[in-house]
Each structure stands twice: as structure tokens, then as C-alpha cells.
């Protein structure tokens, strides 16, 4: 069998290229008798002899004719889109590469990323309206794959069969091999005798990078044994001026609010393994996301395959947390009295603590990257 993802990919820093990863890397690890292409982004590079890695478009300037080429000459039997409005745009040029896709009697497979409704798109969608477009897409498709049950319900109400989406979960990551907490810390030069609670990840004006600086302000108050880290900045391709300022701002939040004690900032995107340290290093994850679609969260599952507690807002992106390990720690974005309450129980009541710890590590075993590349490898034969 030969497999065709196109997508982004290592080491282009994005979170769909670190999924597809892990994916390829799971599947060449479980199954000799398969054989891997990935249609990538310029820069993109195999690690492994068994995964051929095509870095021959941009996702900033792409036709779509560079990725159709190369399909012509691979010929794949399945071609797998890793779908990002953020990669592959909005307009004609993925829905071209997709009709091509059918006429070399390959089976097409979309794993939606993120699925938008009428009321969630924030960009500009050349020609169609955005549920029209998922519809097309899922036409041509053979199948589709979301991470979620609230996607693929979406998708469903949009008009697509419900035999022809599968619900597959995100894996659990790990980007470095296992590192306890005081090893984490020693290789970032941080203290041992201080409750560390990470903001991992790229800064965005959705991300609730400035509600976790206030969360530390009024953490204070309670207690000044901590710090806050927020590991990451602006994602290196970002193209929206207003992100890129609103990580200037809470630079100017923490100096209003004096916090500069108790607040670091990296101000630079921090390569994966990095990125793990940081992870490793944590007492507390917040993911304090307030952007309302439907997908999941790359973070989130990092944060569960270091077996880390975490706190997330009680929106799409972050369902499983409630469905699989534990309700009360999704909070109402606008609940900060919440936070702040079970910040601080998560970093000192022990008993709440180790509870959480054991449900997140049961449910990293569920999410594993073997059991994606199975069910990958089942749908893909089911196809043939």
C-alpha cells in the first residue's frame, strides 16, 4: 500500500506537521509492507529512510499545480489531506487538487482539523460560503476523519453521511523521550522549590495569553510561591498584525501589573524538544483558549502524553477533557473567580492533584499513537 499525506511537516513549526508525523512515524513502526510519500512545504525533511518527504510548495504562495505534479508521478493508492484553512487557504486551489486526486483512481481521505460554521469563520472564504465549501470538500472525499464527536455532529448537520466520517482522536505527544520534572528543570536552569505553571505554545489574541497573566496577579494573593512561564511567541508565519501585537501587550500587562518577579516570558518560538522541557518542568498547564470552533488542541495532548494536570476553558476544542478524564477542570472563559480557585488546588492540594495525574495518564494510554496508526491502517483497507 502506498500512502500520500499532504500537509505541512518538520521541521516547519506547526501543529499539523508534528500530528502527521507522529502519524507516518507510528504507521512505518507497526507495518513493514507499507510505503509512505509526503507532499510538504518547502524546508520539510524525512528522518527516516522509509518516509519520502516533497517539500515543493508554500503555503503563503501555492497554486496547487506543484502538489498536483507530484501526485501524477506517485500515484499513490491513498491520498491523505491533512486539512488547515491556515495551510491549504480557503478558495479553488485545494478543491482543484482534490478533483485531479479522483482521476487517478486513488482513495481520497480529509482529516479535518478544524470544522467552521457560518457563525465561527474569521477569514475570508474566495467564492463559496463556508459550510458550502465543507460539503464540496467531503464530496470528492472517500472518507473523512475529525478528532472529535462535536465535529463530526457539525459536519453531519452540514449535510454530510455519518458513514463517511470517522471520529479519530488526536495522540498523545512526546517529543522527548521521558524526563521527571527535576530533570526538565535542571536543563532550563529553573528552581526546584517553586510551583511552575506553563503557558506552552504560539502567542494568539485567542490563546488567553493575558487572562493567565491576571490569574497570576491575583494569585498573589494567595500565595508567591510560583511562577508563571509562557514557553513560546508569535507562530513564525503569523500574517495577522493584531497577533503579533497582542503579544506586545502582555508584555506591557505583566510591567503594569508588576510581575516581572514572577513572570517569564521565553519571546521566542522554542523548538519541540524545548517546548518539552518546559512541559516536564510544569506543576500546572493553562490552556485558556476563548476561540469558539470546532477542532482540537496539539498542546493539550502533550501536555497528556507528559502525564501533566492542566486547566482548559469549557469550549469545543477541549470536550474530551470533560468526556475522558475530568469535568472539573474545564472552566467558563469569563469564570476567573473559578481559575484562580483551582489553579491554586491544582498546585497545592496533593489528593486533588494525584487524582487528576492518574486519570490523565490512563487516558494517554487510550490516545496513543498506536492506536491511531490501527485505526488509520483499518480505515485505509476498508477503502481499497
Request: aromatic fraction near 10%.
Amino acid at each position: 500500500m502506498r500512502i500520500c499525506y499532504i500537509s505541512s511537516y518538520p521541521p516547519t513549526v506547526c501543529g499539523i506537521g508534528d500530528y502527521t508525523e507522529s502519524l507516518v512515524k507510528e504507521l512505518i513502526n507497526l507495518y513493514g509492507d507499507i510505503y509512505i510519500d509526503v507532499i510538504a512545504e518547502h524546508e520539510a525533511k524525512s528522518s527516516s529512510k522509509r518516509i519520502k518527504v516533497y517539500p515543493v510548495f508554500d503555503r503563503k504562495n501555492y497554486n496547487g499545480r506543484e502538489i498536483i505534479n507530484t501526485l501524477q508521478i506517485l500515484k499513490p493508492d491513498i491520498i491523505h489531506i491533512q486539512h488547515s484553512f491556515g495551510i491549504f487557504g480557503a478558495d479553488d486551489r485545494l478543491l482543484n487538487i482534490i478533483k485531479f486526486s479522483k482521476k487517478l483512481n486513488s482513495r481520497i481521505v480529509v482529516t479535518f482539523h478544524t470544522v467552521h460554521t457560518r457563525e465561527t469563520v474569521d477569514f475570508e472564504v474566495k467564492g463559496y460560503d463556508i459550510e458550502e465549501y465543507n460539503r464540496i470538500i467531503s464530496s470528492y472525499a472517500d472518507h473523512i476523519i475529525v478528532h472529535t464527536n462535536s465535529m463530526k455532529h457539525v459536519l453531519m448537520r452540514q449535510g454530510i453521511p455519518e458513514d463517511k466520517i470517522s471520529v479519530i482522536r488526536l495522540g498523545a505527544f512526546k517529543f522527548t523521550s521521558d524526563i521527571d520534572l527535576e530533570q526538565a528543570r535542571s536543563l532550563l536552569n529553573l528552581p526546584l522549590n517553586i510551583k511552575l505553571i506553563v503557558v506552552p505554545g504560539f502567542i494568539h489574541r485567542t490563546k488567553g495569553t493575558k487572562l493567565a497573566i491576571r490569574l497570576c496577579k491575583e494569585l498573589l494573593k494567595h500565595t508567591e510561591n510560583f511562577r508563571l512561564a509562557i514557553a513560546g511567541w508569535v507562530h513564525p508565519k503569523e500574517f495577522q498584525r493584531k497577533n503579533i501585537q497582542y503579544a506586545y501587550e502582555c508584555l506591557k500587562l505583566i510591567e503594569k501589573y508588576n510581575l516581572k518577579k514572577h513572570v517569564l516570558v521565553t519571546r521566542r518560538n522554542l523548538s519541540r524538544e524545548e517546548l518539552s522541557y518546559y512541559i516536564y518542568s510544569a506543576d500546572l498547564i493553562l490552556l485558556l483558549y476563548t476561540q469558539f470552533n470546532w477542532s482540537t488542541s496539539g498542546i493539550l495532548k502533550v501536555a497528556i502524553g507528559a502525564g501533566k494536570p492542566f486547566i482548559v476553558t469549557r469550549i469545543p476544542k477541549f470536550e474530551e477533557v470533560s468526556e475522558e478524564i475530568s469535568d472539573e477542570l474545564t472552566v467558563l472563559p469569563n469564570d476567573f473567580k473559578r481559575m484562580v480557585k483551582l489553579t491554586y488546588r491544582l498546585l497545592f492540594d496533593e489528593q486533588f492533584r494525584d487524582h487528576i495525574i492518574s486519570r490523565v495518564k490512563d487516558y494517554a494510554k487510550k490516545v496513543s499513537w498506536s492506536n491511531s496508526a490501527r485505526k488509520h491502517i483499518e480505515l485505509y483497507n476498508k477503502l481499497l
